[in-house]
């Protein structure tokens, strides 16, 4: 059957081991991602330690593999963190990602960078967020939409308080309290169309619970608020 979803993509896991080899696949397209990495990250960690990611990814659309066009995507994701020297619980992270692609149908657009309406919510749209991997948040669903893209972010993440709280003799507990403030800029643009200064600006804030569940596992529930040209309230196991 062919396919009419965009494009789409996602920040793997800094937690989960990198491929070794490239990644092949096919969904009415060929398809080929390579990652390289080296970021560590701990179970009861505040965040990712020090550490460099790069992953590169390259998609072909053909109709011969069921697809109504001809279309090549391609994009570039790099993550970076540091853990302050002076402040074990302090780390700073940035990401960097470019995209661009060539596709026979002038209308379709495989990025689309700004918050989608199944994933975040405004203060009058309460829905529940998933992921906020690469977003700009603060903005309209495809509002940051394009056949190219670029896209920032940086953040401070911190530890606020370790109460390593247990509920009686349940399996539940509150492990870590921490917060992260950051900042988002992107720019997508159809061929023709580029002007750097309509690029999107965002701010934004998050705070995080970890819990514990089942003496063990940790879950990381997490409730922030974004700025761009709106207001955005997301909450949810992030």
């Excluded at 062919?2 to 070794?20: E, I, N, T, V």
């Excluded at 990495?37 to 990712?48: D, G, T």
């Excluded at 998609?59 to 109504?68: C, M, N, Q, T, V």
């Excluded at 514990?212 to 596992?217: A, D």
Aim: hydrophobic content about 40%; aromatic content about 16%; glycine content about 8%.
């Amino acid at each position: 059957t062919q396919s009419s979803d965009r494009f789409s993509y996602s920040l793997s896991d800094p937690a989960g081991a990198p491929p070794r080899f490239p990644e092949f696949g096919w969904h009415n397209a060929l398809y080929v991602n390579y990652a390289l990495s080296n970021l560590r990250q701990y179970e009861k960690a505040v965040a990712v330690s020090d550490g460099q990611s790069v992953r590169a990814s390259l998609r072909f659309e053909a109709p011969w593999l069921g697809a109504e066009h001809y279309a090549v995507i391609a994009s570039i994701d790099s993550q970076f963190s540091w853990t302050l020297p002076w402040f074990e619980t302090h780390v700073i992270g940035m990401t960097l990602s470019a995209g661009t692609s060539y596709v026979q149908n002038e209308a379709r657009l495989p990025f689309a960078i700004s918050t989608s309406a199944n994933t975040t919510f405004s203060l009058d749209d309460l829905l529940s967020l998933s992921n906020t991997d690469a977003l700009v948040h603060g903005y309209q669903p495809g509002s940051l939409s394009g056949q190219h893209y670029l896209y920032a972010h940086l953040n401070y993440h911190f530890g606020i308080y370790d109460p390593v709280l247990g509920v009686s003799t349940l399996p539940l507990g509150l492990q870590r309290i921490s917060a992260t403030v950051y900042c988002d800029w992107g720019y997508a643009w159809n061929n023709g169309e580029f002007n750097i200064f309509r690029s999107k600006p965002a701010i934004g804030a998050t705070l995080h619970f970890d819990i514990t569940l089942g003496y063990r596992l940790i879950q990381r529930f997490s409730i922030g608020y974004a700025y761009g040209d709106m207001h955005q309230i997301y909450f949810g196991f992030l």
